[in-house]
């Protein structure tokens, strides 16, 4: 049952994001992801996809680090902090890539501007 009522509440929260993640696509031409906090990372719950030639694809229920994604980082900043923390001694932040922002300090400054910019991006910090 719980199972049950969890694919529910995901697929109501997919329905009504998809008109905006449809405008989010045409207005930047980037992949719009929609992802939920699960456990220590985030999972991808439904994608728009770009009509550009090169683009990011993740099947619904890839799950990805927080620190290393667009989307985890997105979620993590409008999280509390004492939650982010939280997630972040379970989950370490391991270094991906050169770019992966593996140091706490460095990523705090990148929730903050996410949070005030109201858009996040992974700038190859999972994959070169």
């Not at 929260?13 to 998809?18: G, I």
Request: with cysteine; proline share 2%.
């Amino acid at each position: 049952y719980r199972m049950g009522a969890a694919f529910l509440r995901r697929r109501k929260l997919v329905d009504r994001a998809r008109t905006v993640m449809q405008e989010l696509m045409e207005k930047t031409g980037e992949t719009a992801n929609l992802g939920v906090a699960e456990d220590d990372c985030v999972v991808f719950v439904s994608q728009v996809e770009t009509h550009q030639a090169i683009r990011a694809f993740f099947r619904p229920g890839t799950r990805s680090s927080f620190h290393a994604s667009g989307i985890g980082k997105a979620v993590l900043a409008h999280l509390e902090p004492e939650r982010v923390g939280a997630i972040l001694r379970r989950a370490g932040l391991e270094r991906f890539t050169e770019k992966t922002l593996s140091d706490i300090s460095a990523l705090a400054r990148d929730l903050v501007t996410i949070k005030l910019r109201g858009w996040s991006v992974d700038d190859e910090e999972r994959h070169p």
